[in-house]
């Protein structure tokens, strides 16, 4: 019996080793801090998926990026990367912006 049960579900094991995993679209967003600025300051995403933000500091100081409307908060050292996810988000604008320089470092995200 045991050898009837490995003959069926070794072709079935075989067809997931063969074959890749499908990868779901690339979801990932990137964001960059720039002279206390965020690039690109708004950044459209597709409603009711999951998706990552990229985000660089590329400038010399230290930055949080913030937002009450995503409910994240994420503190990013200068010449760093780091990575929020948000989502799924129903349609609509989500206001962010840098905890250390509100003046300028802020942006929107779009989701359709």
């Known amino acids: 019996m045991k ?12 067809v997931f080793a063969l074959v890749p995993l499908a990868h779901a679209e690339d979801n990932t967003y990137s964001l960059k801090i720039k002279e206390h600025r965020f690039e690109p300051e708004k950044i459209e995403i597709p ?22 409307d995503l409910h994240r908060e994420k503190f990013i050292l200068p010449g760093k990367e780091s990575v929020v996810f948000i989502g799924p988000l129903k349609p609509g604008s989500y206001r962010f912006i840098g905890e250390y320089n509100q003046a300028t470092a802020h942006g929107l995200i779009i989701v359709k």
């Open 3 to 14: 050898h009837i049960l490995f003959a069926c579900l070794t072709p079935i094991a075989l």
């Open 47 to 68: 409603a009711d998926k999951k998706v990552k933000l990229l985000i660089l500091n590329a400038d010399n100081t230290a930055e949080e990026f913030d937002s009450d």
